[in-house]
């Protein structure tokens, strides 16, 4: 009886671990396919688009606020993508240090083309620092293995932006990544909680195909005065972007949907469409 006994739990002990030939090996050149979020990925949104975001007024406000031309200041041009957004548009190389001693995965590294920012992906159960701790453009990751998919979190991220709209993002948002191999595709699957500026969660998907020939691109960044203006002035719009309807009016739609929050995410908010009026030209 105790031998049975034995034998019907030792397949239950392996369910908490995780075997290193269950772990899928994610490193080399990814080349990115922009088959989702084409737009996203490329030109960038209109400014006032926000529809299907679940922002909240805070984020808003700051938004309609925000002008294109702060990435002009001198001071702006050469700070990199921060790390739950710069996957958008960029291929990537991946790769790890290994313990000569153990074997065993210490970190993985991603690089990405636009100011080549290097990330490291700590593996060794280290433990994330104070909340207080130094913040950078590409946070603090560590990963884990949940079968075949690394699952990593990232906190420590400096404020940067959700989109290239003046949409923010805060310095106390948690990054959760899943990278998922599927035969030569890599699935990169991004979710960002952040509670100063989100009423739920964001979450994001990127494909990217195996390019073992790929080179990262070289990005030596200088800085130059694009923009002439007095020191110290920080473009923005105190009192509201002037054009911030342009992108109703051009498509139609209604003012309530492209302002976007939560309600916007979901199929029941269609239903709602045909009630509101579209966005006229100098309307409130």
């Known amino acids: 009886m105790r031998r049975l006994i034995l034998l019907l739990c ?70 990199p993508h921060p790390a739950d957004y710069g996957p958008n548009f ?17 970190a993985y590294h991603t690089n990405i ?42 906190t420590h991220m400096k404020p940067a932006y959700l989109r290239r709209n003046g949409l923010p993002r805060s310095e106390t948002a948690v990054l959760t990544e899943y990278f998922i191999r599927t035969g030569d595709f890599l699935t990169w699957v991004s979710v960002i909680v952040d509670p ?14 195996l390019n073992p020939g790929y080179q990262v691109e070289l990005y030596p960044c200088s800085i130059d005065v694009e923009v002439p203006r007095p020191a110290g002035e920080v473009p923005s719009y105190v009192d509201g972007n002037p054009d911030i309807r342009q992108y109703a009016e051009e498509y139609a739609l209604p003012w309530e949907a492209v302002q976007g929050g939560a309600a916007t995410m979901y199929p029941e908010f269609i239903a709602t469409m045909g009630q509101v009026a579209p966005a006229q030209e100098g309307g409130e």
Not at 41 to 51: H, L, Q, S, V, W
Not at 91 to 105: A, F, G
């Open 196 to 209: 100063v500026y989100l009423t739920e969660p964001i979450i994001r998907s990127r494909d990217f195909h």
């Open 90 to 106: 960029s291929s990537v190389r991946i790769w790890k240090d290994v313990n000569p001693l153990t074997q065993e995965v210490v």
């Open 113 to 154: 083309a636009w100011n080549n920012p290097v990330r490291t992906i700590w593996m060794d159960g280290r433990p994330h620092p104070p909340a207080n701790a130094l913040h950078t453009w590409e946070g603090f990751s560590t990963g884990r293995w949940d079968g075949d998919r690394l699952v990593v979190t990232t």
């Open 10 to 79: 030792l397949p239950l002990a392996g369910l908490g671990a995780n075997p290193a030939w269950a772990q899928s090996d994610i490193v080399g050149e990814w080349e990115h396919r922009q088959h989702e979020d084409r737009n996203e990925r490329g030109a960038g949104p209109d400014i006032g688009e926000y529809e299907g975001l679940p922002i909240n007024g805070a984020a808003r406000y700051h938004a309609e606020r925000w002008s294109p031309s702060l990435w002009t200041v001198p001071e702006h041009q050469c700070i």
